[in-house]
């Protein structure tokens, strides 16, 4: 059966994974943050959008290094326009993946 | 006539599906490799239903399987979902004023994937708590699904059928596109992204998400303040 080690340790790890994600909606949404700290808030979402996507675009291997080949870069081109012109989640995400799809296929 | 409650479902659901399509793949993915490392399904599941974060998940069982103590296991899953901090205080300016316990369980689900879908849907306008819990739940309760279903399929690899690979990567590309909004944000992703590049390929791990995006962040704050400062 599940080893109470093991429960103590997924437990542990929900924890420390739960509470960076509370800790600032309990706060915030009560008190006022500062302008300082607003003004800087909203060059997050895209700082943390792109900081996320561009490593997975433009390294690969083991150790990691810059590479320009990736399929997922060449896809994230077109995909990119796509997003722009439909401004629709769903139809880039299918868009995306047809691409991805056919560049599997063809490269 | 639909209730309201129909209608905030659908409302999460039309918003939440591209995470769902992206979670199938990654959960059974990663439900398959924790098998292999020796933990039941039933434990995988509980895994995914305590933590909820694809990204650690896959660090914490290869840590298993190389025989990591339990303390340096929850402390390196506490560095790669640092940034779920940073997402949260984003969210927080949208939700002023929600019922303590509704952000208890909305805390629960903030991952990557459903922090960029409901940011995107709060600053559109029309969005409320209420949907964005749909969201985050709809995305939960794929993961953990396929996590488990992972785990017990074992040899059954899924097929990379229809670039089903592609999804998150194109969802997040999607949601880029939709918060550069104006010229500044987009030397700051540029920025952010460079710096993330750059660290990714020296420091280990996840830090660079973190890193990368403060530093930009800065940035762009010492940028807007100078600019200010000009203009007195």
């Not at chain 1, 326009?81 to 691409?99: C, E, Q, Y």
């Not at chain 2, 500044?184 to 995006?213: E, K």
């Amino acid at each position: 059966m599940i080893e109470s080690r093991y429960v103590w340790l997924v437990l542990g790890m929900g924890l420390v994974t739960y509470v960076p994600r509370w800790l600032p909606l309990q706060v915030l949404s009560r008190h006022q943050p500062s302008g300082l700290l607003v003004e800087w808030l909203e060059f997050i979402p895209a700082s943390i959008l792109s900081a996320i996507l561009a490593p997975v675009l433009l390294t690969a291997g083991e150790p990691k290094m810059l590479s320009l080949m990736k399929p997922e870069l060449w896809v994230a081109v077109p995909t990119c326009l796509i997003a722009l012109i439909s401004r629709s989640l769903g139809i880039t995400v299918i868009f995306g993946m047809a691409l991805f799809w056919l560049a599997g296929r063809v490269l | 006539m639909k209730s309201s409650i129909q209608t905030t479902l659908s409302q999460g659901l039309a918003a939440g599906w591209p995470i769902c399509l992206g979670y199938l793949p990654i959960g059974i993915a990663f439900g398959i490799l924790a098998q292999k490392a020796g933990l039941h399904p039933v434990e995988i599941g509980m895994m995914s239903l305590f933590v909820f974060a694809g990204s650690s998940q896959f660090v914490a069982v290869s840590m298993i399987s190389s025989g990591a103590t339990a303390v340096s296991i929850i402390i390196t899953i506490f560095m790669i979902n640092l940034r779920h901090l940073l997402m949260s205080s984003v969210l927080a300016i949208y939700l002023k004023r929600s019922r303590r316990r509704l952000l208890l369980l909305f805390a629960y689900g903030v991952t990557d994937e459903s922090f960029a879908v409901n940011l995107s849907k709060f600053t559109q306008g029309g969005w409320g708590l209420q949907q964005a819990l749909v969201v985050n739940h709809v995305a939960n309760i794929t993961w953990i699904a396929g996590t488990v279903f992972g785990g017990y399929a074992g040899r059954i690899v899924p097929a990379h059928a229809f670039g089903i690979d592609y999804a998150l990567i194109a969802m997040f590309i999607c949601l880029l596109v939709f918060q550069v909004k104006g010229p500044r944000l987009v030397w700051i992703a540029v920025l952010s992204g460079t710096s993330a590049v750059a660290l990714s390929l020296v420091i280990p791990g996840n830090s660079h998400i973190v890193l990368a995006s403060a530093f930009a962040a800065t940035c762009g704050l010492v940028f807007n303040r100078l600019r200010r400062g000009n203009r007195t």
